[in-house]
């Protein structure tokens, strides 16, 4: 979801196993040379979308890394698919309530920019938290853990499943 962490998180897991970080929204920024926010009102979602599952495709077909997708990008097939087969996917999962504590101010996400975001996060997390349920490997709840917790928990779950050797 918007503002679970996945940025952050990401980059320092990263950092943690030595493995290089993308951010697909920064990624597509780079491409399309604006933001997301002005391509998404200009062109529409689709062509997002379009641009987003090529993107990951890339992506996935390419070296190791930690990669942070958009939050919508679990609503293809192809990129949930696509996702599932090239790595380990970890679902950041937070409420609706506490996505909008972190939100609230933020003004650049564009599917919050309508008269009730609060209630437009849990429409979002209705319609896209069993999407990231089925292409996750792992859940991790975020609640409020600080970033380096957040790290430490997703490791350990890839030190239990045998992914990486026990530290």
Same mark, same amino acid.
């Given at each position: 979801?918007?503002g679970s962490g996945?940025? $952050? ?18 990624l597509i920024e780079? *491409? ?9 009102? *200009?062109? =529409?979602?689709?062509?997002? *979308? !379009? ?7 890339? /992506?996935?077909? =390419?070296? &190791? ?5 958009? =939050? ?7 990129? *949930?698919? @696509? ?10 999962? %937070? @409420? ?10 933020? $003004?650049?996400?564009? /599917?919050?920019?309508?008269?009730? &975001?609060? !209630? ?5 997390? %209705? ?7 089925? @292409?996750?490997?792992?859940?991790? !709840? $975020?609640?409020?853990?600080?970033? &380096? $917790? ?14 990486? &050797?026990?530290?």
């Amino acid at each position: 979801m918007p503002g679970s962490g996945k940025s $952050t998180v990401g980059r320092s897991l990263a950092r943690r196993l030595h493995l290089p970080f993308h951010d697909s929204d920064q990624l597509i920024e780079q *491409r399309i040379g604006c933001p997301i926010r002005e391509f998404f009102a *200009r062109e =529409g979602e689709g062509a997002f *979308r !379009d641009l987003e599952q090529q993107v990951l495709a890339e /992506l996935a077909a =390419g070296e &190791p890394c930690v990669l942070a997708t958009g =939050g919508g990008a679990v609503l293809r097939d192809a990129n *949930r698919q @696509t996702l599932r087969a090239a790595g380990h996917v970890i679902y950041l999962r %937070a @409420t609706p309530e506490e996505l909008w504590r972190r939100l609230r101010r933020d $003004t650049q996400r564009p /599917l919050l920019q309508v008269a009730d &975001p609060q !209630d437009k996060l849990r429409q979002l997390h %209705a319609e896209r938290d069993p999407l990231y349920r089925e @292409t996750a490997h792992y859940i991790i !709840d $975020t609640g409020r853990p600080s970033v &380096p $917790t957040l790290v430490n928990m997703i490791l350990m779950q890839l030190e239990l499943a045998g992914i990486l &050797p026990a530290g």
